[in-house]
């Protein structure tokens, strides 16, 4: 669990940081950094979806989840537990909710093959120089990121806890079903969903995105289940 644990701490140093800046920026600076922040998401979002290899997989995984997440009701349920803190912290005429801030981060911060396979590998093996490397990449990403999106990246650590640690501490029973090409069709599948951030961010879009994750896990249940 070594890795996971730096992990999260450079994502609460990282954020602290951008928070610290946060509070001297103007208004419509703040904003043209916003719009900004959503084209370079659309950019991350545009390459790890060139991850996949078959498109059936994507479109059934991305319907699929969106009908689960939607009957589930995902991204209300994210929004009923972010409500006592947004109170606190959300700021008169801030872009970004609380809420948003912590789906966007937490998306951006786990999707990829990086954060599987480092936490497999870790797990199995006790190599945690994966995810050590990706620590110092969120170190940075969380300073950008919380700059913008507020509070919400800094709470994005308990979700990389849980996600990252949760992957390690199952290495064992989950790594016969994460070969490569579940892994890539995973990312795909979560590059989507990054996309949708990056029109949210510009302003282009309201997509409920909290709805869609379930997608990434039918990503690897379909594309294990294709002979």
Known sequence: MLGVLINVITVIIGSSIGLL???????????????GLGACTLYIGISGSLSGKNTLIL?????????????????GAINRLAQRVES???????NVSV???????????????????????????????LLITKSMLDLVS?????????????????????????LVLLAGLVSPVMSTGAINEMTCA???LIIMIGTNL?????????????????????YNLIP
Do not use: R, W
């Open 21 to 35: 800046f946060q509070k001297g920026i103007p208004q419509q600076v703040s904003h043209a950094a916003m719009v």
């Open 59 to 75: 479109i059934a995984s991305v319907v699929l989840g969106a009908i689960a997440g939607t009957l589930l009701d995902i991204d």
């Open 88 to 94: 606190q912290f959300h700021k008169e005429g801030a």
């Open 99 to 129: 809420a948003e801030g912590i789906i966007s981060a937490t998306l951006l911060f786990c999707v990829g093959s990086m954060t599987v396979t480092g936490s497999i590998q870790a797990g199995l093996t006790g190599d945690n120089s």
């Open 142 to 166: 969380s300073m950008m990121l919380s700059s913008s999106l507020g509070i919400g990246v800094l709470l994005s650590a308990v979700p990389v806890l849980i996600i990252q640690g949760g």
């Open 190 to 192: 979560g590059s989507i």
């Open 202 to 222: 510009m302003g282009m879009t309201k997509i409920k995105v909290a709805d869609y994750l379930p997608a990434i896990l039918f990503a690897a249940i379909i």
